[in-house]
């Protein structure tokens, strides 16, 4: 049981805009800290997407955007490609813990 | 080009032991937080250790606590995860990874390519 709960899946056609949710509690989002996202392609190493909330790194297309209020956060993707088929992480820091977490990952199909 | 490449997996039996290690290129360790992540076959990822760039502070996940150290050796800028009593459920894919240095919430701005740890009799 991950301390932030994503949905298992989520499925879009191309072209089309999808959100994963990442829901956390007061002592992750709620006590202020950030969420962070990661794709993981499959066979590959998880890649940093959005830090920070809202941020990009360098080089990852503005189609992805990340946002949080409150206890939850989302990761939306806009004008879905085949190439975005992959795994997605969210990830934060838990005071009650002081450890970071992740949620359970959402694999995402592009139909 | 920051490059982590991991090494030290394999097979092991419960109870034993095994020494990660991730050679790190491109930038210096002791100027980064640097943390250890696995992810179990077919599982999401799980944060297990990290310690400070200065290398005083190291924290651990719950899971592993008392049988695995983190450490690291500047002078071959080399991490590296001790794992002793090992059990069934540490099996998995063990990622070197660094911590980014622009947010406040910890983050992974680099990931090695993992090495497998498979614990089984």
């Known amino acids: 049981q991950s301390v932030l709960t994503q949905p298992p899946s989520v499925s879009g056609a191309p072209g089309q805009r999808v959100t994963i949710s990442c829901t956390g509690s007061s002592s992750n989002f709620g006590a202020g800290y950030d969420v962070n996202w990661y794709q993981q392609l499959p066979g590959t190493a998880p890649k940093l997407l959005i830090y920070a909330n809202t941020n990009r790194p360098s080089g990852v297309p503005d189609r992805f955007s990340g946002s949080k209020s409150g206890t939850s956060a989302s990761l939306a993707i806009t004008g879905l490609q085949a190439e975005d088929e992959a795994d997605y992480h969210c990830?934060?820091?838990?005071?009650?813990?002081?450890?970071?977490?992740f949620g359970g990952g959402t694999k995402l199909t592009v139909l | 080009e920051v490059q982590l490449l991991e090494s030290g997996g394999g097979l092991v039996q419960p109870g034993g032991s095994l020494r990660l290690s991730c050679a790190a290129s491109?930038?210096?360790?002791?100027?980064?937080?640097m943390s250890w992540v696995r992810q179990a076959p077919g599982k999401g990822l799980e944060w297990v250790s990290a310690?400070?760039?200065?290398?005083?502070?190291?924290w651990y996940a719950d899971s592993v606590k008392g049988r695995f150290t983190i450490s690291r050796d500047t002078s071959k800028n080399t991490l590296h995860l001790q794992m002793n009593s090992l059990r069934a459920e540490d099996t998995a894919l063990y990622y070197c990874a660094r911590e980014g240095l622009v947010a406040t919430t910890p983050n992974i701005d680099y990931w090695g390519q993992g090495t497998l740890v498979t614990v089984s009799p």
């Open positions: 491109g930038f210096t360790l002791s100027n980064y937080a």
């Open positions: 990830q934060s820091f838990d005071s009650s813990l002081s450890a970071w977490v």
């Open positions: 310690i400070s760039g200065s290398g005083y502070n190291t």
